[in-house]
């Protein structure tokens, strides 16, 4: 990933937009296509790399790398690496991560409601998820 010059105009107006609406700041971390459904993945607890791949098929390799690895560095999401041949990884929500599931639950069970026919897949896949 590049480097983001912290004096940018960019910058600046995201400062502004998170002490105007702390909104801005959660869909700066969680916001976007790809991110919600690997939190959402990882909501049933810890997954290697390739489970993360087989519940998102759609995803490219590329895409869940980059998410893994900024979800990671924003501290939603721990990886555990053990030193072994072959590499041995692991993904599970931090505690910041596991702060976000009534948020998770709530964008589900928000689509269920308003989703439509395929709300009602929705439903059964909630009905796997651990109550904590």
Request: hydrophobic share 35%; net charge positive; aromatic share 10%.
């Amino acid at each position: 990933m590049t480097t983001i010059k912290d004096t940018s105009t960019i910058q600046e107006n995201k400062s502004n937009a998170f002490a105007a609406c702390p909104v801005t700041f959660v869909m700066e971390r969680i916001g976007g296509y790809w991110k919600p459904i690997i939190l959402f993945s990882l909501l049933t607890g810890t997954k290697r790399y390739s489970e993360l791949k087989k519940s998102i098929p759609a995803i490219t390799e590329k895409v869940l790398i980059q998410h893994l690895k900024q979800m990671e560095k924003d501290g939603l999401i721990v990886r555990r690496s053990k030193p072994v041949v072959p590499p041995y990884v692991t993904y599970e929500l931090s505690g910041k991560g596991k702060a976000l599931r009534s948020v998770l639950y709530a964008m589900a069970e928000w689509a269920v409601n308003y989703g439509g026919k395929q709300s009602r897949q929705f439903e059964k896949q909630m009905a796997d998820f651990p109550d904590e």
